[in-house]
């Protein structure tokens, strides 16, 4: 016989005990538990443990409903499904409903980006600059902020690369000095 023709009866049916709800949980599981995980999975976003849970759900309402139950493979696949999303979307309402439990983390070991570190140390750079000569400052402006070589600079100014080279060099040292003086 073919699959879809079978019904899933692993105990005789005049027996209604906690020892058929067993069986009958455990021939679910076998029979279904594979592609109930992977719908489980989809449904969670990938959350294995939730997923995990869904699914010990789902055979958990079986066992509590398995007088209920139509034994067609086809109509328990059915109902196990629907619970099954019926669960994950209970799921979801209660997280967007109640805030995610997240632990406690000491203001110490929190790092946040802070732009404004970022726009003073912007500042003192663009001040420590403004100290700097003309020439000092192109040759900077030229080599570090535009990306151009040595010998770009220097045709572009009209003067010997090693003018241009003296220029940053002297440029620099008087950078770390005003930025070292301010901290």
Same mark, same amino acid.
């Given at each position: 016989? %073919?699959?879809? *023709?079978?019904?899933?009866?692993?105990v005789?049916?005049?027996?209604?005990? *906690?020892?058929a709800h067993?069986d009958?949980?455990?021939?679910l599981?076998?029979e279904?538990? %594979?592609?109930?995980?992977a719908?489980?999975?989809?449904?969670?976003?990938?959350?294995?443990?939730?997923?995990?849970?869904?699914v010990?759900?789902?055979?958990?309402?079986?066992?509590?409903?398995?007088?209920?139950?139509?034994?067609?493979?086809?109509m328990?696949?059915?109902?196990l499904?629907?619970?099954a999303?019926?669960?994950?979307?209970? %799921?979801?309402?209660?997280r *967007?409903?109640r @805030?995610?439990?997240?632990?406690?983390?000491s203001?110490?070991?929190?790092c946040?980006?802070?732009?404004?570190?970022?726009?003073?140390?912007?500042?003192?750079?663009?001040?420590?600059?403004? %100290?700097? *000569?003309?020439?000092?400052?192109?040759a900077?402006?030229?080599t570090?902020?535009?990306?151009?070589?040595?010998?770009?600079?220097?045709?572009?100014?009209?003067? @010997?690369?090693g003018?241009?080279?003296s220029?940053?060099?002297?440029a620099?040292?008087a950078?770390?000095?005003?930025?070292?003086?301010?901290?």
């Amino acid at each position: 016989m %073919g699959r879809h *023709s079978r019904t899933l009866r692993p105990v005789a049916d005049h027996d209604s005990g *906690s020892h058929a709800h067993d069986d009958l949980a455990k021939a679910l599981y076998q029979e279904f538990g %594979g592609a109930l995980m992977a719908f489980a999975l989809r449904l969670t976003g990938h959350d294995r443990q939730w997923a995990e849970d869904v699914v010990q759900e789902t055979l958990i309402k079986a066992w509590r409903n398995a007088d209920k139950l139509d034994r067609q493979p086809e109509m328990l696949r059915a109902w196990l499904f629907t619970v099954a999303r019926r669960i994950v979307i209970d %799921g979801w309402r209660s997280r *967007s409903v109640r @805030p995610q439990e997240i632990e406690e983390i000491s203001s110490d070991a929190i790092c946040v980006p802070d732009e404004s570190d970022r726009t003073l140390a912007a500042m003192i750079v663009y001040e420590a600059l403004q %100290g700097l *000569s003309p020439e000092q400052r192109e040759a900077i402006q030229q080599t570090y902020l535009r990306d151009r070589t040595v010998n770009e600079v220097a045709a572009t100014l009209g003067v @010997p690369p090693g003018t241009v080279k003296s220029r940053i060099h002297h440029a620099v040292r008087a950078l770390r000095r005003a930025l070292r003086e301010r901290g």
